[in-house]
């Protein structure tokens, strides 16, 4: 286990080289200034000149890059062209409000998924599975944008029960969880349909099993054969869709919480991508790219827990 | 001999998309205590449905439509599932096929043991450990309390199924119900299972009813055979009676198609044609498309259990006259 840990950690390194590079010159490919931006309309030749060399773009490509990663390695993330803020710390002020987002709609989708996918299962051609499968559908298909807008329409504007935007109160306060509400159903949505489809399809397969007769055969009561014996073995194919939307969500949703104006990671990166602010989008993307690395990680460790067929010793 | 499980006029049918077809029609038998029934057939005979059947586990477009089952004087068929349960893996328990699945590759052998254990004894925690262990040794498994903490990919077949048996006898059943519990293991495996269970019905005195296409494993355990074809009781007997004097030609061309190497001679005859599909509509003897002996009456009517001697019967119109020894060695010799 350890091993893994160690095995993995060693790779995310290397795998934050190439990203940053990647991101690095992707960045600096296309097109745009970042001095038009920071100097204004009203800017001469000379002022971008000057911005440029303060900001140290006029210097050859990779010799910007190798000074970010020299910064990187020691910690410093560099400061936005923006504001001259230090990205850390944007990232950190930002951070919070995402994973609490990230959070809240990772147990709507589980909380709605899971179940919805068992019951799918088990009662399978079943009215009850006939809507689920359907509305599970619907919950893929439907853009978040329009979900979103939808549901401050209804519970906003019309029933004025949820506030329209914003997440600044903590989530243990009855503010913040009404904050959170709308964005973390918006978001759950599509989680929540997409690990319904993968429970039902793992406990299909599950249910049929030889050893779920040999539990029925023991004498174990049907509802204790589903939830014990087949559950478990139906859950590494959930749980892996569990990570990957879980990691989706920490890289921030930058449309929700563009609908929802919640400061988190993901409007931070699309403002930067659009002022040209290279050290926030280089920042933000490396932050994306370690929690998704770190949740595949917690999955994999998760996996050993539930099956013990898979040992990484 | 003390009847344990009486069968009478069973019919299960499945419901499909062709309406509901009986998998099982009108099967009848019976089980005694300390003996061994084999029902044999070709995959898809009905065998297997009639042990589940007998467990209340058909799968769900599956019932019992009509007749009953009694086992130690209760009627099974009128129980609910609930009450079903109870019995399940305590007083009758099965043994299935695959070893290799099972059993629940997420939870230990000692979970697995205990489970009913738990469900139908009021055993402590320490009573349960040591029965647990008690069993493994039982069913010749060396290291018991290791094997408690394994986990099912940790042990080979033979294990495995071991450790289904054990499982099995956890709770003192009076029947044992195997359903090709040899078929998946190597040979020599298969000759130790099966002696391992001639042993214990012998000594806990379990009536054990046995499913098998395998005419060795039948040879090897069986006191009393029962040859199921197309959902229906073909010829029953004892077996020496089935093996030397075998009477439905069914038998015959199950017999015939088993190699026999002392016979340097012997021809391999494999059954012309292949089992019936449920809905398929066959007046008559559904064996008669694939019976060499099939006569005008075959066709037309199905014929009744023919008495061949007290405990041997054969369904077959051939034994309708009293004497009619020309036609056995007519086709299968």
Redesign the interface.
């Given at each position: 286990m350890l091993g893994l840990i160690g095995k993995r950690l060693l790779q995310l390194v290397f795998l934050l080289f190439g990203i940053s590079f990647l991101v690095f010159m992707s960045m600096h490919l296309a097109p745009g200034d970042p001095a038009t931006i920071i100097g204004g309309p009203t800017a001469t030749e000379s002022d971008l000149d000057a911005i440029r060399a303060e900001l140290g773009l006029n210097n050859p490509i990779l010799v910007q890059y190798l000074d970010y990663i020299r910064g990187v390695v020691q910690g410093d993330l560099g400061y936005s062209f923006q504001n001259n803020q230090s990205v850390s710390e944007s990232i950190a002020t930002r951070f919070p409000q995402t994973l609490n987002l990230a959070i809240a709609s990772m147990v709507v989708a589980v909380l709605i998924g899971v179940p919805a996918g068992i019951i799918s299962a088990i009662k399978q051609n079943s009215w009850f599975d006939v809507s689920s499968t359907t509305i599970a559908l619907a919950g893929i298909s439907i853009p978040n944008f329009w979900l979103g807008a939808m549901l401050i329409l209804i519970f906003s504007v019309e029933l004025q029960w949820l506030p329209v935007g914003g997440l600044n109160a903590p989530f243990w306060t009855i503010e913040g969880m009404k904050q959170l509400i709308l964005p973390a159903i918006t978001l759950g949505t599509a989680s929540a349909a997409m690990i319904a489809r993968m429970s039902r399809s793992a406990m299909l397969e599950v249910i049929r099993?030889?050893?779920i007769?040999?539990?029925?055969?023991?004498?174990?009561?049907?509802n204790v054969v589903v939830w014990v014996?087949a559950l478990?073995?139906a859950m590494i194919p959930v749980i892996t869709v569990i990570g990957l939307n879980f990691g989706f969500l920490l890289g921030g949703t930058i449309i929700t919480e563009q609908v929802f104006a919640i400061n988190g990671v993901g409007r931070l990166m699309i403002d930067a991508i659009a002022a040209r602010d290279f050290p926030v989008v280089q920042g933000t993307v490396l932050l994306v790219a370690t929690l998704f690395v770190i949740v595949n990680l917690l999955v994999d460790i998760i996996y050993a827990f539930?099956?013990?067929?898979i040992s990484y010793d | 001999m003390e009847t344990l499980l009486d069968v009478n006029n069973l019919v299960t049918s499945f419901r499909t998309a062709d309406g509901k077809l009986p998998a099982v029609r009108g099967v009848s038998f019976s089980v005694n205590k300390g003996e061994t029934l084999c029902i044999v057939g070709e995959s898809g005979c009905g065998k297997s449905i009639t042990t589940l059947s007998v467990?209340g586990?058909l799968p769900d477009n599956g019932e019992i439509t009509e007749g009953s089952i009694y086992f130690q004087g209760e009627e099974l068929t009128k129980k609910s599932?609930d009450q079903m349960?109870?019995?399940?893996?305590?007083d009758i328990?099965?043994i299935?096929q695959?070893p290799m699945?099972?059993?629940?590759?997420?939870?230990?052998v000692g979970y697995q043991i205990k489970?009913?254990l738990n469900?139908?004894t009021k055993l402590g925690k320490k009573e349960k450990k040591i029965r647990a262990i008690e069993l493994l040794s039982q069913v010749g498994l060396s290291n018991p309390e290791k094997v408690l903490k394994k986990?099912p990919?940790e042990l080979s077949g033979g294990m495995r199924q071991r450790v289904?048996i054990a499982?099995a006898l956890a709770c003192n059943p009076s029947l044992l119900i195997a359903d090709e519990p040899t078929t998946a293991l190597d040979v020599t495996i298969q000759a130790q299972i099966l002696d391992l269970m001639d042993d214990l019905k012998d000594d806990l005195g379990m009536g054990v009813m046995m499913v098998t296409h395998d005419m060795g494993v039948v040879a090897e355990v069986a006191d009393r055979v029962m040859v199921m074809y197309a959902g229906h009781v073909v010829e029953t007997g004892k077996v020496e009676e089935i093996f030397k004097r075998p009477q439905h030609p069914y038998t015959k061309g199950l017999l015939a198609s088993v190699p026999n190497v002392d016979d340097e001679g012997h021809r391999l005859e494999a059954i012309p044609g292949s089992l019936p599909n449920l809905n398929e509509k066959i007046t008559g003897c559904r064996f008669h498309p694939r019976c060499p002996f099939a006569m005008d009456k075959c066709k037309v009517d199905a014929p009744p259990h023919f008495r061949i001697s007290d405990k041997h019967q054969s369904k077959c119109w051939l034994h309708e006259e009293v004497d009619s020894h020309e036609y056995q060695h007519k086709a299968y010799s």
């Open positions: 099993a030889d050893y007769r040999t539990a029925r055969a023991k004498g174990v009561r049907k014996h478990r073995n539930i099956d013990p067929r | 467990m586990l599932d349960r109870k019995h399940r893996g305590n328990s099965m299935f695959e699945t099972a059993l629940n590759p997420v939870f230990t489970e009913p469900l139908h986990y990919h289904m499982i």
